[in-house]
């Protein structure tokens, strides 16, 4: 595909994803609600790209676009700027029809992200979240626990076991392990090396780890050698405003610290294969993200851009994401940052970024 070609459905995904689709529930995966990850979100495929759209928040009730059957069958999503464009939703995976000798759903320890990633929170709590004037305001990790949908803590066991049948039954090709922080100075790092040796003793399968940086930089070479293949360590916000107020007590490690973290687990890992979320819509400015992403890429870490989507039950539930208009700008002047160095999400072992399904920023990053 032509570059034009590209960033065109770049700036058509991109519209989808600040909007949402207004979704009569058609057949197919149906995505979830609440929880952490790409949370309110379905899996739609259209040009053989899968992004996740927004389809069961206050953002999607109001959207313009509508997900339908078309006239003459399969799936089309309408509206202003997509008539009658085709989609496909990839199926229910048939893993989640199984459970574990102890009765417990396979679909209670991992999930289906995009078309072909397995994700799990191994810890589906955070020492930050019960209180509101500490927690990440956008976060909903409790929601999905709360609601009897998944556990608390999956053991490496357990998504050992899932991992083996979501790659022997669904073609799984990667899986992201992430987690809520817990109360020790590992920040979850432990939990990531227990699961992934488990996981790599049953099954070859790409794993991507995401925590917040371990005050131990040691922790990145258990990791590694464990079989986390690449590491995520999210900033979700950059300007020092922001941080405070979205994440008032994840910021109090401030990003020069993230900084340090960064080129601590780029020596261990390797250029491209530590990444980290930016949130773009919750504040920072254009200048801010790409200035920022700049830094990111000289380091050799990949800035996975993202547009902000508020989750229902959250403190941002009402937030509005940003516009068509900002991302496009955002990723055009990232996306060529990222062509002139040596970072390319399909460079990435494992993770979000390799993903790519909740942006639209690989169509702005690849060559023309």
């Known amino acids: 595909m032509a570059e034009h070609d590209r960033r065109a459905l770049g700036r058509r995904l991109t519209e989808l994803q600040v909007h949402g689709v207004v979704d009569p529930a058609v057949p197919g995966n149906p995505g979830r609600r609440g929880g952490a990850g790409p949370s309110d979100h379905r899996a739609l495929s259209i040009d053989g790209t899968t992004v996740m759209v927004p389809v069961y928040n206050a953002v999607a009730g109001s959207s313009p676009y509508r997900l339908d059957t ?3 069958g399969g799936l089309e999503v309408s509206g202003p700027e997509a008539m009658a464009l085709a989609v496909e939703t990839p199926p229910e995976p048939r893993f989640y029809g199984l459970a574990t000798a102890e009765g417990i759903p396979y679909r209670s320890i991992a999930l289906l992200h995009g078309r072909d ?3 799990t929170t191994l810890l589906q709590t955070c020492i930050r979240f019960r209180d509101r004037t500490q927690s990440c305001q956008f976060c909903a990790i409790e929601q999905s626990l709360e609601d009897g949908r998944t556990l608390v803590r999956k053991t490496p066991e357990q998504v050992a076991e899932v991992a083996e049948a979501a790659v022997r039954l669904d073609g799984v090709r990667q899986l992201v392990l992430t987690t ?3 109360n020790s100075d590992d920040r979850g790092a432990r939990l ?5 040796a488990a996981v790599k003793a049953r099954v070859d399968l790409p794993i991507q780890a995401q925590c917040e940086p371990p005050d131990d930089p040691a922790w990145y070479r258990r990791m590694k050698d464990a079989g986390v293949d690449s590491l995520g360590m999210h900033l979700e916000v950059v300007e020092e ?19 340090e973290a960064f080129a601590e687990a780029v020596a261990v890992f390797g250029r491209g294969q530590v990444s980290t979320y930016l949130l773009a819509g919750l504040g920072d400015s254009a200048a801010s993200i790409i200035a920022a992403s ?6 050799g870490v990949y800035p996975f851009v993202v547009p902000f989507v508020p989750i229902a039950g959250t403190p941002l539930e009402a937030h509005p994401a940003p516009s068509t208009d900002f991302m496009v700008a955002v990723y055009t002047a990232v996306g060529d940052r990222l062509r002139a160095s040596d970072l390319r999400s399909e460079a990435m072992a494992a993770g979000c970024a390799k993903c790519g399904a909740c942006s639209a920023l690989s169509l702005f990053e690849a060559s023309p």
């Open 192 to 196: 990531m090396a227990e699961t992934a």
């Open 117 to 119: 990633v397995l994700a």
């Open 294 to 299: 700049e830094r990111l890429i000289a380091l």
């Open 70 to 72: 078309a006239a003459g």
């Open 180 to 182: 809520g922080t817990p």
């Open 241 to 259: 405003e922001v941080r405070r107020r979205i994440l008032p007590g994840k910021s109090e490690l401030g990003l020069e610290r993230y900084m």
